[in-house]
């Protein structure tokens, strides 16, 4: 059984910084490529950043030059280092999961919120 299980959220002040975890069970994690998407209150889900089986990543032009994704293959975990944070940052992260010769996240976790205060 496939468990993405987010953590590290909370409420921060504009231009702190989080940093979410998302420890992965039940894949061969280094197969997988790992994102990170978000979802505001009465918005849909949004791309926020990824990173490929072997560590090439990506990011929105929202969180570029902010956000920093990494994984740890050993210990089958994703991070996203969050700085800088805006309140327009405020959302549920949901991480996902993806193996690496598909076009779409098959795993989902439940999300975590993250809220900016100005």
């Known amino acids: 059984q496939v468990q993405l299980v987010e953590s590290g959220g909370g409420l921060v002040q504009a231009g702190g910084s989080l940093r979410l975890s998302c420890a992965a069970s039940g894949v061969t994690f280094s197969r997988y490529a790992m994102g990170w998407f978000r979802q505001a209150p009465g918005k849909e889900r949004e791309f926020a950043a990824a990173i490929s089986w072997n560590g090439g990543t990506n990011y929105a032009d929202s969180v570029k030059g902010r956000f920093t994704i990494a994984r740890d293959n050993a210990n089958n975990t994703v991070s996203l280092q969050m700085n800088s944070l805006k309140p327009e940052d405020t959302a549920v992260y949901y991480c996902?999961?993806?193996?690496?010769?598909?076009?779409?996240?098959?795993?989902w976790g439940q999300g975590t919120q993250v809220t900016v205060s100005s």
């Open positions: 996902a999961a993806r193996w690496q010769y598909s076009t779409r996240y098959s795993y």
